[in-house]
């Protein structure tokens, strides 16, 4: 789906730059029918159209509209128009009549130009006309008998306010410097601005996700190694090429045990992983890296000698889903607590004020300078640089 289409105004206030149109369309909303036409004229992607169905919405109406071909044939028009032109009384809806994108129509296509003249003359409703264009010639007698309300070019300023909210509905993130430069290309067209984003947001979706795959492959393939392969020297060192961390390692491993061992291996290799987590405890504890070593071997090596002879045939290796989430959003709340620690040391607030205001704390923690002042690690910096 289209982010235009998504993010659609649906309120007067979702209709951003745009006050002074919005408070002259109520007002000739108020009066009518002492003027019974408008035209909303300006720029390409400013919110004319969706000016126009905002109003119909929050008035509780019906839109009527007419396209270019309604307007090419003055016999049709009125076939058309009759509902409209009717009686009031007999309609309980409010009805709103939008001739949109009227200077796109071609001089050919004007037949039906006097009737619609006639209708606002007799209509028993508003008649919203949309232009890009208004001096064009054949609008004059339009322009005669109808309000003229201007919707202006939209900011850059306020186009970047529009991205950002919409980047974080969407849950992604783009450099700062990238949303300016798309907000200023638009040139004050939203439209334009929001079509660029989300090309933009596109191309970086995927790319995020061609990297989960890849880890995703590398993980398959280690995992094949070391539950089917011979346990030998290359498979010590299998997840020194896996990007993940060890932590997220072992998910994988646990998960995946009893689709490839049965029996005495299974039981084997469960034990195995069991001591592999007492050393993750030293390794915590006491800040024993070295015991890094063994944990990583149990993990490879271990759990490949567990089987009793090399397996054969596919198996189809699962995500250690459920888990990995839970695992994921502790990691990341650990980082956020020594970082927030750090920092809450170093300007000497508590760790809890620290917490509470860390997308705050976050953000200055963006700068280089302080990264280094705080002596946050290359982990914590990426943590804070993502976003
Ligand atoms: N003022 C605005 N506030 C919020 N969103 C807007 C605004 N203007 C445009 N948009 C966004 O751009 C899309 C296109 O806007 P819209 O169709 O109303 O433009 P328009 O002025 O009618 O353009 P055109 O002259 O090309 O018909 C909308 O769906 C909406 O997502
Ligand atoms: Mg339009």
């Not at 016999?75 to 709103?96: N, T, V």
């Not at 079509?195 to 990297?211: F, H, P, R, T, Y």
């Not at 989960?212 to 997840?239: C, H, S, W, Y």
């Amino acid at each position: 789906m289209s982010w235009t289409e998504k993010y659609r105004p649906k309120r007067f206030s979702d209709v951003k730059g745009q006050d002074e149109a919005i408070a002259k369309i109520k007002i000739f909303l108020d009066n009518f029918p002492r003027t019974k036409a408008v035209i909303l004229h300006g720029p390409p992607g400013t919110g004319k159209t969706s000016l126009v169905y905002v109003l119909a919405r929050e008035t509780n109406s019906e839109i009527f509209e007419l396209n270019a071909s309604d307007l090419r044939n003055r016999d049709k028009l009125r076939e058309i128009l009759k509902p409209a032109m009717e009686q009031k009384s007999l309609f309980k809806e409010k009805k709103l009549i939008l001739v949109d994108e009227v200077d796109g129509i071609t001089a050919s296509d004007w037949g039906g130009l006097p009737e619609l003249l006639a209708l606002i003359l007799q209509t028993h409703y508003p008649v919203i006309i949309t232009a890009n264009d208004i001096w064009k010639k054949e609008l004059a007698a339009l322009r005669k008998k109808s309000d003229m309300i201007q919707l202006k070019e939209i900011s850059y300023k306020t186009i970047k306010e529009i991205l950002f909210g919409i980047l974080k509905k969407e849950n992604l993130v783009l450099e700062d410097k990238n949303l300016t430069k798309i907000a200023i290309n638009a040139k004050g067209d939203l439209r334009a601005a929001l079509n660029d984003l989300q090309a933009e947001a596109g191309i970086k979706s995927e790319m995020i996700e061609i990297a989960e795959r890849n880890k995703e492959v590398d993980i398959f393939n280690a995992l094949r190694m070391v539950f089917k392969g011979k346990p030998q020297e290359e498979t010590m060192r299998i997840f020194d090429s896996v990007n993940m961390p060890i932590d997220e390692i072992i998910l994988w491993i646990e998960e995946n045990i009893p689709a490839e061992y049965q029996g005495e291996e299974l039981a084997r290799a469960f034990e195995l992983l069991s001591r592999t987590d007492i050393f993750k405890k030293r390794i915590y504890r006491q800040q024993y890296w070295r015991f890094l070593v063994y944990e990583n071997f149990f993990l490879s090596y271990g759990i490949s000698s567990a089987k009793k002879n090399i397996k054969t045939g596919f198996t189809s290796y699962k995500k250690p889903n459920r888990i990995l989430k839970i695992w994921l959003n502790n990691q990341k709340n650990e980082k956020k607590k020594s970082i927030a620690g750090k920092y809450a040391s170093f300007v000497h607030i508590g760790e809890k004020r620290a917490m509470n205001e860390f997308p705050v704390i976050k953000n200055i923690l963006r700068n280089p300078e302080i990264q280094k002042e705080l002596k946050l690690s290359e982990e914590e910096i990426e943590f804070v640089e993502r976003g």
